[in-house]
């Protein structure tokens, strides 16, 4: 069974950073295609970035592209989100994401999910 842990959420002031960490356990075979999507409150889940199994491929949302740069550890089933230049529309509950397909904005290509970490970005 899968599990997806994240890790690294917290109230940060406008123009900090924050890095946040996902942890995959329970995995066989190749490692999964991984993504950070987020959701504020009120609003529907949103893609944010997807980089593919070896790392060397990756996708960002407009909005934080720039800003955000995800990456990877498959030595450690690790991937990480750090972003940069935090404004108050970043504020929204982040989850980590794992398929075995193709790396895709969309959510509904993703198998698993983590509990989410909240980020909160003060003015």
């Known amino acids: 069974q899968v599990q997806l842990v994240e890790s690294g959420g917290g109230l940060v002031q406008a123009g900090g950073s924050l890095r946040l960490s996902c942890v995959e356990s329970g995995r066989t075979g190749s490692p999964h295609v991984m993504a950070w999507f987020r959701q504020a409150p009120g609003k529907d889940r949103e893609f944010v970035a997807a980089?593919?199994?070896?790392?060397?491929?990756?996708d960002y949302a407009v909005s934080i592209k720039g800003r955000f740069t995800i990456s990877r550890d498959n030595t450690k089933n690790t991937v990480n989100l750090l972003m940069n230049k935090l404004k108050p529309e970043d504020t929204a509950v982040y989850y980590c994401?794992?398929?075995?397909?193709?790396?895709?904005?969309?959510?509904?290509?993703?198998?698993?999910w983590g509990q989410g970490t909240l980020v909160t970005v003060s003015s």
């Open positions: 980089i593919n199994r070896s790392g060397n491929t990756k």
């Open positions: 994401a794992a398929s075995s397909e193709f790396i895709s904005r969309d959510s509904g290509e993703y198998f698993y």
